[in-house]
């Protein structure tokens, strides 16, 4: 039921996704803040599908050469490739230290044991600035094969992003400068190279009390 | 691209791309 429902393709699920920032409060606990987060879920047959968009229209707000968005989705399998509008949530102090934490955890499942490449490039203006590549091996759990990327470093120039982010004075500031930044990820099974996942992202600043807010839709061509 | 330099506002997304979740 998840296929069409959830950022899943017929060869890999994602079961969660989440950037963050942990604080110490003292030498036990921690304060942990999502930036953004996709939490679990579990579509019935009776929800609706996602609804889609025409991947044409965000073409140029990823890399457009060769590799780029375009080729994948021609490469395919259409099925694989999803838009994910975030909120993002700001609302939290940030402060330099050394004792911060900035991090993404996601997690995956497949029916098959496989190795996989996650590939995530930051956009500015649809140009490639940054990319990091993980490799993830398979752990079989209740009958299905689990990915998990735990607690992956952010980059330098995320934190900078975010911190420069934060200091602008005005949400409609942030979001004309979100405008222009993206993220790609494109998972793929590391021996046969076929694509897995490719989720393109898209970001606004929350305004919302209750934190990180998203929209899922399925890229197609019509 | 032809897109290129077209405010995201003008494009044809969902209306729900503008419309930020109320969930918790």
């Known amino acids: 039921p998840w296929q069409g429902r959830s950022i899943a393709s017929s060869r ?3 079961l969660e996704f989440s950037a963050f920032l942990e604080q110490p409060q003292d030498s036990e606990t921690f304060n942990k803040h999502l930036f953004v987060h ?3 879920s579990n579509p019935s047959y009776s929800d609706a ?3 889609s968009v025409d991947i044409r229209q965000i073409y140029d707000k990823f890399p457009e050469k060769k590799g780029g968005l375009k080729d994948l989705f021609d490469k395919g399998p259409h099925n694989a490739f999803f838009l994910v509008k975030f909120w993002a949530d700001l609302s939290v102090n940030l402060q330099d230290d050394s004792s911060f934490f900035y991090g993404v955890s996601s997690q995956y499942e497949s029916s098959e044991n496989m190795i996989i490449t996650s590939s995530t490039k930051v956009c500015s203006f649809g140009k490639q600035v940054v990319e990091k590549v993980e490799t993830e091996f398979a752990r079989f759990e209740n009958g299905r094969y689990v990915f998990r990327i735990h607690r992956s470093p952010l980059c330098e120039y995320m934190i900078n992003f975010i911190h420069k982010l934060k200091h602008l004075p005005e949400k409609y500031m942030m979001n004309s400068v979100l405008e222009n930044f993206t993220i790609l ?6 021996d046969t190279l076929e694509t897995l996942l490719c989720i393109a992202y898209v970001f606004e600043v929350s305004t919302s009390e209750h934190g990180a ?3 899922i839709y399925r890229l197609v061509k019509d | 691209g032809v897109m290129d330099q077209v405010p995201m506002r003008k494009r044809q997304l969902p209306a729900s791309f503008w419309e930020e979740p109320r969930l918790t």
């Open chain 1, 38 to 40: 996709i939490g679990q």
């Open chain 1, 185 to 190: 990820q494109v998972v793929t099974n590391k």
């Open chain 1, 213 to 215: 807010q998203h929209h």
């Open chain 1, 49 to 51: 599908y996602l609804e």
């Open chain 1, 12 to 14: 890999l699920r994602m």
